[in-house]
């Protein structure tokens, strides 16, 4: 679904992602680990599009598609959707009508699923005005899940999340990513930030990176590498390749 060739990414002239390369194929959920200003919100921008991320050298191909230079609103008809870790506030936009504008699914499923995240008595309210940790996380789970994307990228999910809201988005996400059906019969494939690993809990990944300093430094069994990373840091995996 999205292959990532020798990408070199430059923000505000300073070049932040060096040289990256992956592949996440049908189906399958990928997780990026690493240290605070490493690159990986820089990563996850770069690939939905947002022009603070230049592309200076590599390609982002999705479904076949070469979309490097493909603005974000042409990714997202393509079937991108992010979930941010520090969305903006939209004063003056309602989450309601936001949510049935871009909506993939129907309006009439929309209420069900407000319900199901407790969203519906925010559903009046601008979007993310106000909002919690735990409401924004909702509001932005909600958001995708009507938006229905078939690659979906989620940014600490699980930051400023409390126990009782990190269960619901959890099992939204995996619902979203189609984790009930076996891989081969998947449509969705994704691409997560994580800090803690809470995530993990609800969704099983399938391969797991390491970026430091804008560097893949190491890939594999994403729970090997949280385990790895919980007991000895990030230095172990510098260390590993040197």
Sequence with gaps: MLEIENLHVEVGGREVIHGVSLTIKDGQTHVLLGPNGSGKTTLLRTIMGFSSSKVTEGKI???GID???KPVHERAKLGMGIMFQRPPTISGL???KFINATTQIGTEKIPALAEKLNMTKFMDRDVNAGFS???IKRSEILQLTVQNPTFVMLDEPESGVDVENMALIGEMSAALL????HIVNRTKSGLIITHTGYIL???DADVGYVLIDGYMRCSGNPREILKSVKSSG???CIACQK
Excluded at 178 to 181: A, I, M, N, S
């Design 234 to 236: 990030y230095r172990e």
């Design 94 to 96: 309602k989450l309601g």
């Design 178 to 181: 189609e984790k009930d059906q």
């Design 61 to 63: 191909i999705f479904n």
């Design 201 to 203: 809990d609800y969704i």
């Design 67 to 69: 979309v490097t230079d």
């Design 133 to 135: 940790g735990g409401e």
